[in-house]
């Protein structure tokens, strides 16, 4: 069984992430969040940022 993350992760699907806009998600994957959630700029290439951001998006259904 997988250990517990502290602090918890964001589930992908709640409405504070539904409610984000791209442009803000998209930040957040590729800047990171404060210290919660690594960046990935400069490690995935630009299509692939986008690629997260619609496989986020895509677990929330329409």
């Known amino acids: 069984m997988a250990k517990a993350?502290?602090?918890p992760?964001?589930?992908l699907t709640a409405p504070?992430?539904?409610n984000k806009?791209?442009?803000d998600l998209l930040a957040s994957i590729a800047?990171?969040?404060g210290g919660?959630?690594?960046?990935?700029?400069g490690i995935l290439t630009d299509q692939?940022?986008?690629?997260v951001?619609?496989?986020v998006r895509s677990l929330q259904g329409s």
């Open 48 to 51: 692939e940022l986008l690629d």
């Open 5 to 7: 993350t502290t602090p």
């Open 31 to 33: 800047d990171g969040k």
């Open 16 to 18: 504070e992430v539904r």
């Open 36 to 41: 919660t959630m690594p960046a990935w700029r």
């Open 21 to 23: 806009t791209d442009q």
């Open 9 to 11: 992760a964001t589930r």
């Open 53 to 55: 951001l619609a496989y």
